[in-house]
């Protein structure tokens, strides 16, 4: 976001108006595009309301805007032109489509950082800078920073990541497999998506766990599927839930995330994996088996995942580089039958013709070397660490307002708060005080629940953070 | 593609048998999947049909596959359990979904060019190795390896490389914008393909140059568009065919790629893009420039794009970093109206959360360093070179026998072959011959036309090249 200069010998309010003026002509705001009220703009130029009112005023005096009341301050139509000309209705355009928005939610928590980078986050499910190995992928590519081709890379993947992937899978996850039935996406989000669009038919009816992460991607609905709830025990789903759902819905696929799952933190029991995949084998459905935080076990001991004890190949498996490495490389993989991976990537040609081959080979490096187990050592101690900062705090601050199960692994603390109340006041007044969290309501389940993710925030603000929530919350229940 | 060790004591039939095996039991090819006949196999693997005859018999004779006059060679069904057991049906998977699969004429090169590297490549649309920047962008990041933050990026873009684009666009393409008005994609392919899903509902008709890139893009169908025609002649789309179209279909929106355009090589006419423009404002129809190629001008002085005179705002404009310097690091970006980049960026987050920080930062750094001109420069002396090189060798191998009009810049000579001949016996028998080309009615022409790309086979093997196909047309021809 543009911010004015503040020691600049221009006023304030000329600055702005002088801004307001580039971007319009340039084409940023189209005519008749709404702008900001007067309010919210102040807010976010951390401004007077007073130096707004001055700077539309002069845009409006320049005929370049015009305020009605009721309908607030527009981008002139006739300003660009002797003749009426007509710019596209980008709005209609906007509003159209058939790929839905992102959730209220959070497109608020993107847009509450972006305007504010130091508030303490507790809402982005991923690594924070101290805990990614960026000094270590920063020294491989020192070591070897010359590509030889940039070309199209296969659009199945880079070959040597591939191959690394073989190792990999089979000495961490149990996982035997070949480069061909590997198929690397941008992160898992990107394998999901690929599932929804190609395997998966306007209709279909799949079951996913509830709370789930799932419930945070309209792209499930963008896809016309129809969801059905697993819901998610102190062990996890339940085979026999599966079952019913097959029989009422004939759901076509089930959506799983087993180990340390989004945002409960919850392991799926041993027993029940095992009648899960009898389930699948018995009906003949596929089961996504989402694995992103695996490796991030605190006692470095994850249970190994359902593709592994899969004998008869129901299991599409999903991993990625995001929440045990870096989540902003964009590396993720899927195993499946070649005829899926092959289908896969044929669509995903289309899509964005490939993964970039830099990060896949700065990912294939990193996965190769010496680096990688020592990081993952620090991972696990330091995540432990920050669980245990938010755990204190929060028995600290909030004794008897909050229950939580105490996760083993991964990045999330999923949190129940004891009296009722209200997600989006609890939101607002969270942010006012300089802490963000991602409402539990977000992945599909009741008001009143808070995942927090203690992964991002450094250890020092963990403690702050937390007295910050706590004091809105009290303000809430007030 | 594995291939059998021709050193090793194993006998080939082994050596094949235990990796169908392997395979098979990793699950890349499930029980009932279809397996290569044995002339396919043999071809894909370079061996005797006879080798693969006993590879085969040696996995009946254990079970794990089976064999049925007239339905071919399966895995088998029962094999791995005890009780039945079943396998998702994957194949009926495979084919559902929305997302329409490539031409087959897209795959079969592609898998052309898989199984023999060796062939002379006049279908990838790319520069070659000897084109690309890989030296340049090599030192750039051995100068500055280390990346602070490897987080989810912002989904609309890397600020350094929009910051930087603005002024690549002021510089080169006489186009004034804002960082914020920028949306960085995976190359121009993801633009075109948020377009498609985002600002487009199915049923909407559009309308695309004829013959045209997008053509070759099935994902305009699997987004449920209608298509309608712009023929393109030697000056370009007539601004009177887009009103007509307008007029009758209501066209939503208009994909042009005015310079040098793929496949013909046409640049659009100045008069013509003023009247197009006029159209466009007249009517309040969006126009799509997709403009990969400019800077490859042989001479220059690139006309400028539509964008830099469109005053209204009917332009949403598409750069790339594929055709001027690499493909293969996948950096694309749109201009557009701040609401049109905020919804796709919002509908890319759930696509693949936004693309790899590292490639564009290197696309950054790159755009902005003293390396980019003298690229830029040598580029286009090397593009007319491999041009002339093409030329001459039609002239000389094929006189009267093929018609092209000779491009000014761009990757591609597009060219008639003048008696009547079938695209895919062509194809087949240059395939054969070595060498390899895009078919026209990939471009959605009729028959009897060839894409050649000569931007991608090595100077040295141009003529080469161009010989084989000769005798591949005069072999069909006879
Ligand atoms: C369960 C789960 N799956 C998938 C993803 C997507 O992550 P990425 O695409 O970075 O691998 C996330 C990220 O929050 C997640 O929590
Ligand atoms: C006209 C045109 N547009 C878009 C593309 C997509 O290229 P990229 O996604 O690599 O920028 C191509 C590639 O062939 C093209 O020719």
Redesign the pocket.
């Known amino acids: 976001m543009w911010q004015p200069d503040r020691l600049s010998n221009q006023p304030l309010y000329q600055q702005i108006a002088d801004d307001f003026e580039r971007r319009i002509s340039y084409g940023e705001f189209p005519p008749g595009t709404q702008l900001p009220s007067e309010r919210k703009l102040a807010e976010q130029l951390g401004v007077n309301r007073s130096t707004v009112i001055l700077a539309y005023a002069e845009l409006r005096a320049l005929g370049i805007i015009e305020s009605r009341t009721g309908s607030g301050t527009r981008v002139s139509q006739y300003k660009w032109g002797v003749t009426p000309k007509h710019t596209p209705n980008w709005h209609r355009y906007v509003e159209g489509g058939t790929f839905l928005p992102n959730l209220p939610f959070l497109r608020r928590i993107r847009e509450a950082l972006q305007q504010n980078s130091g508030l303490i986050d507790f809402a982005s499910?991923?690594l924070g800078a101290d805990l990614s190995p960026a000094k270590e992928i920063g020294a491989l590519i020192a070591e070897n920073p010359y590509i030889e081709y940039l070309g199209y890379d296969n659009p199945q993947g880079f070959v040597p990541l591939r191959e690394t992937l073989v190792s990999y899978l089979s000495k961490y996850r149990d996982i035997q497999t070949t480069g061909s039935s590997i198929l690397i996406?941008?992160?898992?989000?990107?394998?999901?998506y690929l599932i929804t669009q190609c395997l998966l038919t306007p209709g279909d009816a799949v079951a996913i766990e509830d709370p789930?992460?799932?419930y945070?991607l309209p792209m499930f609905q963008s896809a016309g599927l129809r969801l059905f709830r697993l819901p998610v025990d102190r062990k996890g789903v339940h085979p026999d839930d599966v079952r019913a759902l097959y029989k009422k819905h004939r759901i076509k696929m089930v959506f799983l995330?087993p180990n340390y799952?989004?945002p409960t933190g919850v392991v799926l029991d041993e027993k029940r994996r095992a009648e899960l995949l009898d389930v699948a084998s018995e009906l003949g459905l596929p089961i996504v088996e989402?694995d992103?935080?695996s490796l991030t076990a605190y006692d470095g001991n994850p249970p190994p995942p359902l593709k592994s004890i899969d004998s008869v190949g129901s299991v599409l498996y999903?991993g990625?580089?995001?929440?045990m490495a870096a989540?902003g490389l964009?590396v993720?993989w899927m195993v499946a039958p070649h005829s899926v991976v092959e289908r896969l990537a044929d669509a995903r040609q289309q899509m964005d013709f490939g993964l970039s081959v830099v990060p896949q080979k700065v990912a294939a490096e990193f996965l190769g070397s010496a680096y990688f187990q020592p990081h993952l050592e620090r991972l696990r101690m330091q995540l432990l660490f920050k669980r245990d900062l938010l755990i204190e705090a929060l028995e600290k601050e909030l004794p008897n307002l909050v229950s939580f199960a105490v996760p083993q692994g991964g990045l999330h603390l999923w949190c129940k708060i004891i009296p009722e109340v209200n997600d989006h006041k609890l939101l607002e007044e969270a942010i006012r005080r300089g802490v963000i969290f991602a409402p539990g309501s977000v992945y599909g389940s009741d008001s009143g629940y808070v995942r927090f993710t203690f992964a991002r925030a450094k250890a020092e603000d963990i403690v702050t953070g937390i007295a910050k929530f706590a004091a809105a919350l009290r303000a809430v229940l007030d």
């Not at 996406?185 to 999901?192: A, R």
């Open positions: 499910g991923e996406t941008s992160g898992s989000q990107q394998s999901l789930s992460y799932c945070s995330n799952q989004n989402d992103p935080f999903i990625s580089f995001s929440k989540s964009r993720g």
